[in-house]
Every structure is written in C-alpha cells, then in structure tokens.
C-alpha cells in the first residue's frame, strides 16, 4: 500500500478534521468500532469521542450539539438505527443548528450482527437524505455534501458504510476541505402547529433535497441502448471492475445519494435501455422503487440475491438479463457449515451455561456472549432479540420468568425493562453478568449500575465467579430463587480473561 493511501475508515478521521467536527458520539458494533477506536487513539478526538449508553441517547447528544452549533458525527452499527430512529423521526420537522451526520455501518453477510438490514429505509421512514457512496473518495465526498445539506436543510443526513468500503483505499491527497460556517439554530419554527412544522418541511426542505438530489454528478457510462445496471454502496465497484476487465458496453448508473432518489436521472436511464440491472445491498431499495416495468432486474426478479453481493452474482444476472425470471436454489447458511462460535473456554461463566441448559423453562438471551451459547452444546439460551430485551421477554414467559443479560445491555436498554417488571409485579429471575466490559464489541468500559439495582429491589445476590462456584451450587441457588415470588437478581461477577 502507497504511504499516501488511507482506508475508508480513515478517511471519516480526516473529514472529522476537515469539516471542524466537534462532537463525535458512538455505540460500539460491527463494522463502526473500529472507526470509533481511531478516534480515541487520537490526540485530539481523544477529549471529543464518547461511546454511549445507548444511541438514542448518542443521536440525542449530537441534536444538543447542533443546537449549540458545534457539528457532529454519530456512529452506529444498523440495528442500533433501529434504537435511535425516535429522535431521528422527529428531528426533520424540529429542524437543527450545525451539521449532523449519522454514519451507519451496515453489515450485508450478517459476518457479526443478529440480523441483515438495509439502513436506507431509513431515509424515507425519517424523511431526511441518505448517502450510499461506493469508495473511500465517495465517502469524502458524501461526507462534505452531507455536513452541507444538513446545514441547509437543517435536518440530520445519513452516511451509510460497510466493512469493505471501510477496507478499500485512496489517495489521501485527494481529500480536500471545504469552507464552511455552521448557521445558528432558527426558533422560528416554535411559530407552528406541530402539523404546520410537517407542512413547513414538505413546502420547503423537501423539496431542497430534491433538487440537491437531482443535481448530484453521478458516474454515469452510457455504453449501449441494450442493457444498463444501477447500483449504490459497495456494489458500484464491483460494476465498474467488471465493466473495466471484460471491455464490456454495458451502460452503468451509479447513486451516491439514495434519498430522495433522482427520479428524472433514474427515468432517463431506464428508458434509455432495453434491460436495467439493480446491483445493491443487501435489500431491495432501489429496485422496490424504479420496478414497475419488467425491464426491471433484480432481487423480485431472481436476478440478484439478497444481502452481501459478490461479482459472480453480477455477471450472472448480465448471462441471465433478457429471462424474465429465475428461479434461483437458495442454500441456506447452517452453523454447521460454517463451523460454531462458542462461548470461550476460558469463560467465567461457562458454569453457569451448563446449568441454565438443564433448566426445563424458557430462557431469555440477550446480544450479549449469551446468544453464543444458544447452540449445541450448552443451548442454554432460547431467545435474543436485541440488545437489551432479555428481561421483557422473560416477563411475558409463564410463571417466573428467567432472564440473562450482560452488564451492557442493562446499561443499553434492559434498565427499562427491570423498571416495567417491577412496576407491573411480574416474577422474573433476573441474571446480570457484570463483567464490566463490553465484550462482544471490543471491551469498552461499562457504567455499574449496583446501586440503582439496590434501590429497586431487595432480592439480590452477588456470585462470584471467580472462586470457581460448582454447578450444584448454582443450580441449587437458581431454583430457590425461582420459588420465591417477585423480581429476584443475581451479579454474576466475573472477568473476562479477552480484556
């Protein structure tokens, strides 16, 4: 690699710079920790980085931020957009001060995430701009653009990533700043109805995207009449390789900016060929809106599959592009195949999976190390559905519901649930392991919520999993808190020996 070349990853640290960023808020996960660890290892960002609880708590920070008129960056795996889309729903007809960017990491494959999703649904459900752009030069690009639109549209912009655009180089010198003023918060918009801040926002801002929309200079070849591709993120490279190695005249359409979509670029190009070709990841988002012709190619059609997209996938929808479906074999993805991720086995807590396998009940998981011990051969857990759930979906279990879940997503989320539990006098054994890291996204540091727990309940009992309890002792100790009614909470302490 040329010493003047720099990742994608690096280069939101140097548009941080660029752009006078002055806040950064995240929440560790895959792909956007490591983004995050570059700037806590820097001098400067170092004092302006924080992880945070939670990021509905990160976006709501960065909003202050803007009001006071200090732009901010706020990263965030794709489900945690899940969490923050509150204040982000809101935020376009509130309207803001500096500019905001949400970069959300994207993980097409699921390589480290409990699910596959698309975060450009987002853009239409909050009704502010997504970016989409396909190299670390786009994503510089996306970047300045973004920080602009927000300001002018004074709404929140999303940037959206992946692990390889985050992988894939640059030049560094290409990257150039542009000189730029934060405008002031406008409380103006206090003089409506909430329903006039909706009708302020569609007789003005949105229209404003629009035309920014409209007007962005997309890579655009046109090469023949017959086929054409469009494509947005990641995918645009794999297009233009294939395009550049094969000599081939397919025409190609690619979009930095995926909402508001260019509806006129995109009418032309579609009319303009006999075959169009949506390259995307990982959902149907391009194509769900541009398909109402059957000269339209993709995922409904079999052309392309859903989520992470490889070239051979590409090349053949192109073999495949005048059929007007296929029927494509899916094999489905077994932990089998691809081997099993077990909980470590120099785990503290490897005790307690053995006996909350033999437990005759339902147990509640959480995105934690616990829903590593969901397979073969501790099965200990039997649901995980976010970070932090555990212990409401432990409440709506028969009798006294079991619950595991890591200091974290306490901290995250599951706080609220052990609050409802109580306020609702459901029976619920509670297991928190307090490890006081984070373990699944890197090690970062977890706030100890002991005496918030200690002012809510009384049943509760610290287990220190480095004497080396037996399992006996443990089973014995679960099954006397679970003839006791109410909330009952055990600390399961311990260190986890990766951090």
Known sequence: MNERQISGKEVILKAARLLEIKLVSAVAGYPVTSIVDLFRNDDFWAD?????????VALETALGASIDGRRSFVL??????NVLCDPLVTSATHTIGAGLVIIAGDDPGAKASQNEQDSRYFGPLGEVP???????EKLFGSLTEAIELSEKASIPVIVRVTSRLLESFCESALLQPRGLVPPEFDRSVWDYTMKGKHQLFHSMT????????????CLCHINTTKTGIISSGYPTSLVEKIIEESNSDISHLALDMVYPLPIKKLKKFIDDHEYVLVAEETEDYLESHISVEDTIKGKSTGHMPHGKIETENILHALENIEKSHINKEVKLETIKERGPRSICDTCPYLPLYRVLGTIDKPIAGDMGCSILSTSAPLQAVDAGFALGSAISVACGFKGKGIAVIGDFGLAH???????????NGFDLLVIILQNDVAAMTGGQDVADLTHVLEALHND??????????????????????????????????????KY
């Not at 949105?206 to 200079?217: K, W």
């Not at 287990?463 to 399961?492: C, P, R």
Request: aromatic share 8%; with cysteine.
């Open 76 to 81: 965030t795996k794709h489900v945690g957009m």
């Open 206 to 217: 949105y229209p404003l995207m629009e035309n920014y929309s409209q007007s962005q200079d």
């Open 48 to 56: 302006n980085t924080f992880w945070m609880i939670n990021e509905k």
């Open 413 to 423: 989320t599951g706080l609220q649930g052990l609050i409802n539990a109580k306020s």
């Open 130 to 136: 997504v970016f989409d752009p396909a190299t670390p």
């Open 460 to 497: 509760i009992e610290v287990v220190d999993f480095a004497e080396k309890i037996k399992e006996s002792e443990l089973q014995a100790l679960l099954m006397e808190k679970m003839e006791k009614m109410g909330i009952s909470i055990i600390l399961a302490k311990g260190t986890c020996p």
